[in-house]
């Protein structure tokens, strides 16, 4: 049996890119937020843990799509772009209907923290559906 590393490369650099879009992806999502989940989770706030963990998955489901079917680095670069204005869409239509998100995520509201997840991982899904090769 051989075994070829002849992919190695490849895997590599849409690994190392798929981790620096998430962290990308992360950063800007904090920076949106009016909540600073970051102490809140330190704090042991379910409610900011539950939101922001949602709102990770919801980017990574896409993120997966567009690897799985880039032809190149830029494609993929470009696919993940468009599933992160998807989710910060989401986010901020969660905001319209909850004007008071932050402060009741704050407070360690699980409800609202699980709408806000649910809502980044459904729109994570629809894009990841609606990226077609």
Same mark, same amino acid.
């Given at each position: 049996?051989?075994? &070829? ?39 042991? =706030? !379910? ?7 949602? =709102? ?15 032809? &190149? ?7 993940? +772009?468009? #599933?992160?204005? %998807? ?17 009741? %995520?704050?407070?360690?509201? !699980?409800?609202? #923290? ?6 980044? +991982?459904?729109?994570?899904? !629809? ?7």
């Amino acid at each position: 049996m051989t075994i &070829s590393m002849a992919g190695l490369p490849a895997f590599a650099a849409y690994f190392a890119v798929g981790v620096a879009l998430i962290v990308a992806f992360a950063a800007v999502y904090l920076r949106l937020t009016a909540h600073d989940e970051i102490a809140l989770i330190r704090g042991g =706030n !379910l409610a900011a843990a539950i939101a922001l963990g949602g =709102n990770l998955a919801g980017f990574a489901i896409p993120l997966e799509k567009a690897i799985a079917q880039a032809s &190149s680095i830029p494609d993929c670069v470009l696919w993940a +772009v468009a #599933a992160m204005l %998807i989710q910060f869409a989401a986010y901020g239509l969660c905001r319209r209907l909850l004007p008071d998100l932050s402060r009741r %995520i704050e407070q360690g509201e !699980l409800p609202t #923290a699980v709408l806000l997840a649910v809502t980044a +991982v459904i729109s994570g899904t !629809l894009a990841a559906a609606s990226m077609t090769a």
